[in-house]
């Protein structure tokens, strides 16, 4: 019984230990009463470009930032969702998880995969399709933009390590 329970103890530790590590990963960007917006600091990166005649020689695309955000929702946020998406499932939603790329010339977001979460973390839907957002001057989009690409240019050479450790 003891085993038991000193296992019990050690494992919540971890697990305990690991997630508030991980939350320092999370960098705010932005809230409304909808939505508070994050990305991970760890894994944003610059991405790889392939030579098409040699595909094994790659150069690093400071032109590309891609990243992981994470967006939790208030209650009217997953109203909102829930009539969006034409899914009563949504009016659980708790928060999503995208993983985006922004090309900086094309001024554009495209989102690769995004998954929508529960309060208990019970996956509500997920999409991969690559949506690409032509992003507007002046928007809540262009705000988020401009966030991200700062931190790229104050943190350029963190970026291009993480760009061959991280690229997909």
């Known amino acids: 019984m003891k085993k038991q329970v000193l296992s019990l103890l050690i494992t919540a530790f971890v697990v305990l230990s690991?997630?508030?590590?991980?939350?320092?990963?999370?960098?705010?960007?932005?809230?409304?009463?909808?939505?508070?917006?994050?990305?991970?600091k760890l894994f944003i990166h610059y991405n790889i470009k392939h030579d098409p005649l040699d595909y094994s020689k790659t150069t690093i695309d400071t032109t590309k930032?891609?990243?992981?955000?994470?967006?939790?929702?208030?209650?009217?946020?997953?109203k909102i969702a829930a009539e969006d998406f034409k899914d009563f499932h949504f009016f659980t939603l708790h928060h999503s998880i995208s993983y985006k790329t922004y090309s900086i010339p094309d001024r554009s977001e495209?989102?690769?995969?995004?998954?929508?979460?529960?309060?208990?973390?019970?996956?509500?839907?997920?999409?991969?399709?690559?949506?690409v957002y032509k992003i507007q001057p002046n928007t809540w989009g262009d705000m988020m933009f401009k966030t991200i690409c700062n931190y790229a240019s104050e943190h350029h050479d963190e970026l291009e390590k993480n760009a061959y450790d991280y690229s997909f």
């Open 18 to 40: 690991t997630s508030v590590g991980y939350a320092e990963n999370w960098q705010w960007i932005s809230s409304n009463n909808e939505c508070a917006y994050f990305f991970d």
């Open 65 to 78: 930032i891609s990243f992981w955000e994470k967006t939790f929702y208030t209650e009217r946020g997953a």
């Open 110 to 131: 495209t989102t690769h995969i995004i998954s929508f979460y529960d309060k208990d973390g019970n996956k509500i839907q997920e999409y991969h399709n690559d949506f």
